[in-house]
């Protein structure tokens, strides 16, 4: 079993940077990929990025890639979102997530955290 809770959403400006967190609990944290997945009102969760398990591997959806960057520190069991050059369609609530292989797939992961929510005014 894994707990994710995502931390470091807020209100923030068009061009802003945040960084968001997600620690997880549980010992083998190292063994799972990390995806990280956004849900803006009244649309459907869509990926953002994922890491895999060593943090080599990383994978962004074109509408944030060269803006975003997804890293982790196992020792720390915690897996980030950094997010630059924010723009008023980043506004959603963003929720990481756990699994065994890093996907953009919703069902390629197990464990889910309850998400933070982050705003970009223009």
């Known amino acids: 079993q894994v707990q994710l809770v995502e931390s470091g959403g807020g209100l923030m400006q068009a061009g802003d940077s945040l960084r968001l967190s997600c620690a997880a609990s549980g010992r083998t944290f190292s063994s799972y990929a990390m995806g990280w997945f956004r849900q803006a009102p009244g649309k459907e969760r869509e990926f953002v990025a994922a890491?895999?398990?060593?943090?080599?591997?990383?994978y962004y959806a074109d509408s944030v890639k060269g803006r975003f960057t997804s890293s982790r520190d196992n020792a720390k069991n915690t897996v980030y979102l950094q997010m630059n050059s924010l723009k008023p369609e980043d506004t959603a609530v963003y929720y990481c997530?756990?699994?065994?292989?890093?996907?953009?797939?919703?069902?390629?992961?197990?464990?889910w955290g309850q998400g933070t929510q982050v705003t970009v005014s223009s």
């Open positions: 890491i895999s398990w060593s943090g080599v591997n990383t």
């Open positions: 997530a756990a699994g065994s292989r890093w996907s953009s797939r919703m069902d390629e992961y197990d464990y």
